[in-house]
Every structure is written in C-alpha cells, then in structure tokens.
C-alpha cells in the first residue's frame, strides 16, 4: 500500500462508504497515515476501489470519464 499511495494524500484511497471507516469515525479523525494504510493492508475493503493505474497516472473509485482518459 505504502508503493501504491507514494507521495499521494493518503485519505484519497479510504472508502468512506465502509464499515470500519464508519464506525471509527475516520472523516472526522482520519487516522495517522502509518495506522491508515496498516488498516488499509489487513482491511482490503477499507481501500477505495476500483483502482486503475498506468505509469504514473492513478484513478481512484468508478469515473468512466477518467478510467477513458487514463487509457487513451
């Protein structure tokens, strides 16, 4: 997780729509970036998906516009 966010806002890739980041109040108080992407590694579904990357670009969540843009 940590090669895939780089340099990147962490708080990008949560999904605000599950459970745990939910019940744990994240976007109120998001966790520190190392706990974040801990819980992101052992929480598959706490990670924003679906997730494309090419090369340097990245899109996160479902965006038909940016997933074309992305591979054109």
Known sequence: ???LIGDSDYKLFLNTKNELYRERG???KPPPRKEAIRLMSENP???KRPLFVRGK???RG???EAVR???T
């Open 62 to 64: 479902f965006d038909v």
């Open 26 to 28: 994240m976007k109120e």
């Open 1 to 3: 997780m940590e090669a």
């Open 45 to 47: 579904n706490l990670v």
């Open 69 to 71: 843009t992305l591979l």
């Open 57 to 59: 670009k990245m899109v």
